[in-house]
Nanobody, 120 residues
Framework: QVQLVESGGGLVQAGGSLRLSCAASGTIFNIYRMGWYRQAPGKQRELVASITSGGDTNYADSVKGRFTISRDNPKNTVYLQMNSLKPEDTAVYYC??????????????WGQGTQVTVSS
């Protein structure tokens, strides 16, 4: 089992910045990909950004150039630096970890989520 604990959410004004952290613990060997997903009220959960153990990254078009995902492998922690935040970034942000390439997020582990609210 893998436990994921997110932190860093909060309330920020449009144009501001936040950094989310996700610390993994438990049986954490062989985690291939970690990512951030978000879910706004009435909407489906969507990918924000992901990063593999080799450092390959993937971003949603809506956050490219504003958000940066990074991973500290020795600390088993993944970060999401969010700059130039917009009201439409408001959502609950979830951390996800999957063990093997080819597995989707639904086959992995989820954190409890952290609320990000961007005021206009």
């Amino acid at each position: 089992q893998v436990q994921l604990v997110e932190s860093g959410g909060g309330l920020v004004q449009a144009g501001g910045s936040l950094r989310l952290s996700c610390a993994a613990s438990g049986t954490i060997f062989n985690i291939y990909r970690m990512g951030w997903y978000r879910q706004a009220p009435g909407k489906q959960r969507e990918l924000v950004a992901s990063i593999t153990s080799g450092g390959d990254t993937n971003y949603a078009d809506s956050v490219k150039g504003r958000f940066t995902i990074s991973r500290d492998n020795p600390k088993n922690t993944v970060y999401l630096q969010m700059n130039s935040l917009k009201p439409e970034d408001t959502a609950v942000y979830y951390c996800n970890a999957v063990r093997f390439a080819g597995l989707g997020p639904g086959s992995g582990y989820w954190g409890q989520g952290t609320q990000v609210t961007v005021s206009s």
